[in-house]
């Protein structure tokens, strides 16, 4: 029997008042930055040496300060991308900075500097690995209905997670990439393990492009957020928050087609969406890739905000290390431009 409780707080792990903090945080800074920085392949054959990653002029004291000074209330950092190039010295790894053409622990150096500068610090963790394969088939080798990681992957996975979580501090957010590959009961597991170590962490596994209208069950669920990634909300209605299934008892294993919004009703799921999208058109810094115009980042901006979503904006920094000017530019104006339409 539906109680009054449940309506009102949703069947969710988070309560509301959680939830509803981390959409006031309303914008955040993503940092795509690691060895595809270096070898310009977002998605990187994990097959270049560490030492190819050697940033000479890293300073995640800037892109910390940088994401304060835009706005920015949360940052999440890639940990670890496709390459499989981890920016802490893992233990179960030799893939790492610490072998690396520059040695700094940069999720501790992140984490440290969020601290000081008032950001909430997040870390993203890919399960697409194309250097730790364990017998595992990544999409880099076959068709994404195919791929698959195996049990020894996703035990890697499991305690490579377990020092990020336990190592540098409490998270606002664990982002997952691909978590389709864990499968149903590797991602549960995943979940668990999260919320087990860091109960106060908003646990995201990527629903991938789309508008946020279809949670995708069978790819991502469990998950406390929804990621709009490349998109913007719908136009019709709005991100809708609240998810639930049209029968209770089959939610882990329903397909999408199932699902439907229904606030108010039974085993009501609140789970807040997030737009994520990069400052020009790549997720790592390239060369020659293109800045948005002031308008259109202002639109994104405004969207999102009027959609009822967080904005999750990727700046990503140089081969240097450090975030170019012209990107701390545009968001400097970005931040006057949404200051001047909000008087």
Not at 31 to 56: A, C, Q, V, W
Not at 190 to 217: C, E, H, R, S, V
Request: aromatic share 10%; with cysteine; proline share 6%.
């Amino acid at each position: 029997m539906t109680t009054k409780k449940e309506i009102n707080s949703g069947s969710q792990r988070l309560s509301l008042k959680q939830l509803k903090a981390w959409e006031a945080l309303e914008y955040g800074m993503y940092i795509h930055f690691g060895m595809s920085t270096f070898d310009g392949d977002e998605l990187s054959k994990g097959d270049k040496p560490s030492s190819l990653y050697r940033p000479n002029k890293l300073d995640v004291d800037q892109w910390v300060s940088v994401a304060r000074d835009a706005g920015m209330k949360y940052a999440v950092l890639t940990a670890k991308h496709v390459a499989g190039h981890c920016l802490w010295p893992s233990q179960h790894t030799d893939y790492h900075v610490g072998t690396s053409g520059n040695t700094t622990n940069v999720v501790e150096a992140f984490i440290n500097a969020c601290h000081k500068r008032g950001v909430l610090p997040g870390l993203y963790y890919c399960s697409w690995d194309n250097h730790h394969r364990f017998g595992s088939v990544s999409p880099t080798f076959t068709r994404w209905e195919s791929a698959f990681t195996t049990s020894a992957y996703r035990d890697f996975q499991t305690a490579q997670v377990e020092e990020l979580l336990t190592q540098f501090g409490p998270l606002v957010e664990m982002w997952i990439d691909i978590p389709t590959l864990l499968g149903h009961d590797g991602r549960r597991q995943q979940y668990d393990q999260i919320a087990g170590i860091q109960p106060d962490a908003l646990i995201m596994m990527n629903n991938g492009f789309g508008d946020g209208t279809k949670l995708m069950l069978d790819a991502t669920w469990p998950t406390d957020l929804m990621s709009i990634e490349r998109w913007l909300p719908s136009s019709a209605k709005g991100y809708n928050p609240w998810h639930q299934l049209s029968h209770s008892g089959a939610l882990e294993r329903a397909d999408a087609s199932q699902l439907t919004y229904v606030p108010d009703s039974p085993g009501a799921f609140y789970i807040p969406g997030e737009v994520c999208d990069p400052i020009g058109y790549e997720w790592f810094w390239q060369p020659d890739d293109k800045l948005r115009s002031d308008a259109e980042l202002l639109g994104m901006r405004l969207i999102a905000r009027e959609r009822k979503t967080n904005f999750l904006l990727d700046v990503p920094p140089d081969r240097s290390g450090r975030i170019p000017k012209e990107t701390v530019g545009a968001l400097m104006r970005l931040r006057k431009s949404l200051e001047r339409f909000d008087r």
